[in-house]
């Protein structure tokens, strides 16, 4: 029980050195966690397995939250659910969106070769030509 009350109190003393309402807080440390997911997993950013991340992360911070308090507090329960998840979900999908766009759409003048946090460019894009010179 100690470390549930460990827990509650710094995410408290987090929202209070924000000088930011707990709402506000939400939605950056979901952007956050959805930012390190991407990195620690190494699937791009419109890859739902950063946006698991969040949904877990969150899930688990409001169960946190109901041991702490002994109930569920369901307006706040959902409030920071949707601060938290709003954004990651929209980039998830818009980015998503893009990229199989750039993937699927053949002869697109937008289309560009996407290159993946390794540096490493994707196979569906081919190399441009080479050019002679004279």
Same mark, same amino acid.
């Given at each position: 029980?100690? !470390?549930?009350?460990?827990?509650?109190?710094?995410? $408290?003393?987090?929202?209070?050195?924000?000088?930011?309402?707990?709402?506000?807080?939400?939605?950056?440390?979901? !952007?956050?966690?959805? !930012? +390190?997911?991407?990195?620690?997993?190494?699937?791009?950013?419109?890859?739902?397995?950063?946006? $698991?991340?969040?949904?877990?992360?969150?899930? $688990?911070?409001?169960? !946190? =939250?109901?041991?702490?308090?002994?109930?569920?507090?369901?307006? =706040?329960?959902?409030?920071?659910?949707?601060?938290?998840?709003?954004?990651?979900?929209?980039?998830?999908?818009?980015?998503?969106? =893009?990229?199989?766009?750039?993937?699927?759409?053949?002869?697109?003048?937008?289309?560009?070769? +996407?290159?993946?946090?390794?540096?490493?460019?994707? =196979?569906?894009?081919?190399?441009?030509?080479?050019?002679?010179?004279?």
């Amino acid at each position: 029980m100690r !470390l549930i009350a460990d827990y509650h109190h710094w995410t $408290g003393w987090i929202v209070h050195i924000s000088g930011q309402t707990d709402k506000f807080v939400h939605v950056q440390v979901g !952007l956050i966690i959805w !930012l +390190v997911g991407a990195a620690i997993t190494g699937r791009r950013l419109g890859s739902f397995v950063p946006l $698991g991340v969040v949904l877990l992360a969150e899930i $688990g911070n409001e169960i !946190l =939250d109901r041991l702490y308090y002994g109930n569920w507090n369901w307006p =706040d329960t959902i409030g920071d659910a949707a601060s938290t998840w709003a954004w990651p979900i929209v980039l998830t999908i818009v980015l998503a969106i =893009d990229h199989r766009r750039r993937k699927w759409w053949p002869g697109s003048a937008l289309r560009q070769p +996407v290159v993946t946090l390794r540096g490493e460019q994707d =196979d569906a894009t081919p190399p441009a030509p080479a050019r002679s010179v004279g």
